[in-house]
C-alpha cells in the first residue's frame, strides 16, 4: 500500500513511476502529491510522461470501489495537473493514472496508491440529517455561511459535507450557482468575488473598478450571455416635511445593474425614475429601506422579474426602456384572489414561459410558509392557473429563504429562520431535511460536480 498524504503543499521529492504498454511506451515520472494547503478535502497531484498524452484519475473511497469518481481529462500534454474533490473527511481514499496514447490509443493504468483526507475545520456548520424517505435526489447542495469565518458548503444526499471554501472574512448572503459551474457572490457590498470548486480566481471586482460606484445587496447571477446582474441600492434626498420629517431627508430606494463578462457596465435602472416614494402615506417608516428588492432574474424574452418584498409584489421591467411591464402582488395589475396573494416573498424565477415559482414566506396573518407557483397571461393581466406547495407550519420561514423545483418534480427548500434545508415533493410531503447549527440565505441543487478543465 503506497501511501502520498502531506498536509501542506511542500511536494514529495520526485517519485520515478514507469508504467510501459506493449506498443505504447508511455513512461509516467516525477509524481508528486499532497492534500491542498487550504481544503482537508482537496488533493493535489502531479505528474509528466514522456511524451504528450491524454491523462486523468479514477479515485474511489477505499472501502467502497462503487463510489469511483473520473476527473476530468488533460489533453495532449506532458505536465499534468489534478485537484481531485468531493470527498468526506477523515476518510482514506485509492487513486491510480489513467493515460490514453495518442498514435495506437492504447490505455495505460498505474498502480495503486492511498491517501487519507484531513478533519473538517471546527468552523464549519454543523449539519444532521432530520429526514430521508431515499432516493430523493442524486445530486448536492449549495450553502453559505456569512457569519466570520465566511464559507460556501456543498453537502451530498446524505447530509454531508464533501466539499467547502472557506474565508477568513464576514461575507454577505448574495451568491448563486452559474452555468459554468463557479459560484459568483458579494464578499461585502463592495466587491465581487467567482470562484470555482478547484480554488481558482475566476473574477473579482470592487466598487470604484470601471465606474462601479453603487453598493450591492440581495442578489447577484451571470446571464446566459456570461452579463451579471446585480441588485444595488442608494439614498437620495427628499424633502419629507409634509410627512412630519425633515426638509432634507433620505430615501433608501433599489437599483440594477447589468454588467458585461469583464465587469464594465452596460445597463442600470433606478426604481426612482419609474415610481414616486411619496405616494406612500408609510413613507417615514420605511424611507430606511423603501422598496427591499431581494431578488432579480431574466424571463424569457429578455425582460427582468425583480422581487420588492417592502411591496408584496414582484416587478416585470423591460430590459432596454426600464419601463414597468406589470405589477403582480397585492395592489398590482393583477385580480388574485386570497389563495394567491404572497408576502415578503423571495427568489422569484421564472419556471416556463410566464408561469412563476416564488418563495412565500407568509407574515404575520399567515404564518405559513409556501411555493407558489402563478402562471399568468400578462396581455389580459389574469392569472391562469395557481398552486401551493405548503411547508408544514413548524417551517415557517418570516424571513430570507428560498425554493427551486429538481429532480423528480421535487422542491429544495432554504427554510432560513429555522435553519432548515427541506425537498418535499409536489404536495408538501418532506422527503428529505436537514437542520443547520447556522442560518443559510438561499439553498441551491447542483446536478453535478464539475470536471476539472484546462
Known amino acids: 500500500m503506497k501511501y502520498n498524504n502531506y498536509w501542506f503543499i511542500v511536494w514529495l521529492i520526485p517519485v520515478t513511476l514507469i508504467i510501459m504498454a506493449c506498443d505504447s ?3 509516467i515520472y516525477e509524481l508528486n502529491n499532497g492534500l491542498d494547503e487550504k481544503n482537508a ?5 502531479q505528474f509528466k510522461t514522456d511524451e504528450p498524452t491524454d491523462a486523468h484519475i479514477e479515485y474511489w473511497p477505499s472501502q467502497d470501489n462503487t463510489r469511483l469518481i473520473n476527473t476530468g481529462i488533460s489533453m495532449n500534454a506532458e505536465q499534468h495537473e489534478f485537484k481531485l474533490i468531493g470527498m468526506y473527511p477523515n476518510k482514506e481514499y485509492t487513486y491510480h493514472i489513467v493515460t490514453k496514447h495518442h498514435e495506437n490509443g492504447s490505455m495505460v493504468t498505474s498502480e495503486q496508491y492511498y491517501f487519507k483526507t484531513d478533519s473538517l475545520p471546527d468552523s464549519l456548520p454543523k449539519f ?3 429526514a430521508d ?4 435526489f442524486n445530486g ?5 455561511k456569512i457569519v466570520a469565518p465566511g464559507c460556501a458548503i456543498i453537502l451530498d444526499n446524505t447530509g454531508n459535507i464533501i466539499w467547502y471554501d472557506l474565508r477568513d472574512i464576514q461575507i454577505m448572503n448574495p451568491f448563486s450557482w452559474t452555468a459554468n459551474n463557479t459560484i459568483i457572490s458579494l464578499d461585502n457590498t463592495n466587491k465581487i468575488n467567482e470562484f470555482d470548486l478547484f480554488g481558482n480566481q475566476i473574477f473579482e471586482l470592487q466598487k470604484g473598478e470601471k465606474n462601479l460606484s453603487s453598493k450591492m445587496h440581495h442578489e447577484i447571477m451571470r446571464v446566459d ?3 451579471i446582474l446585480v441588485l444595488t441600492h442608494k439614498f437620495t434626498k427628499f424633502d419629507l416635511s409634509e410627512f412630519g420629517g425633515n426638509a432634507n431627508d433620505s430615501i433608501k430606494a433599489d437599483g440594477l445593474l447589468r454588467l458585461d463578462s469583464a465587469g464594465n457596465q452596460v445597463w442600470s435602472w433606478d426604481i426612482l425614475d419609474v415610481a414616486d416614494p411619496l405616494k406612500d402615506k408609510n413613507i417615514l417608516t420605511s424611507k430606511h429601506d423603501w422598496s427591499h428588492a431581494n431578488s432579480v432574474n431574466v424571463t424569457h424574452d429578455g425582460n427582468y422579474i425583480i422581487s420588492f418584498r417592502g411591496f408584496d409584489q414582484v416587478w416585470k421591467i423591460d430590459s432596454g426602456t ?7 402582488g397585492k395592489n398590482g395589475d393583477f385580480e388574485l384572489e386570497d389563495y394567491n396573494i404572497f408576502y415578503q416573498q423571495h427568489a422569484v ?6 408561469e412563476f415559482l416564488i418563495f412565500d414566506n407568509g407574515d404575520i396573518d399567515r404564518k405559513s410558509s409556501r411555493a407558489l407557483k402563478l402562471k399568468i397571461n400578462e396581455n389580459d393581466k389574469r392569472i391562469l392557473s395557481s398552486n401551493s406547495i405548503f411547508l408544514p407550519d413548524s417551517l415557517f420561514s418570516f424571513k430570507q429563504g428560498s425554493v427551486y423545483k429538481i429532480d423528480n418534480g421535487n422542491f429544495l427548500f432554504c427554510v432560513a429562520a429555522k435553519n432548515k434545508i427541506v425537498i418535499t415533493d409536489g404536495i408538501g410531503n418532506v422527503l428529505w431535511q436537514v437542520n443547520s447549527s447556522v442560518k443559510h440565505y438561499r439553498a441551491y441543487y447542483v446536478s453535478d460536480l464539475p470536471k476539472q478543465s484546462w
Open 349 to 354: 424565477h421564472e419556471l416556463d414561459e410566464n
Open 128 to 130: 444532521k440529517l432530520a
Open 225 to 227: 450571455n456570461g452579463d
Open 25 to 27: 511506451g508511455v513512461k
Open 133 to 136: 424517505k431515499g432516493d430523493v
Open 140 to 144: 448536492f447542495i449549495l450553502v453559505r
Open 41 to 45: 478535502l482537496r488533493y493535489n497531484i
Open 322 to 328: 426600464g419601463e414597468i411591464i406589470w405589477k403582480l
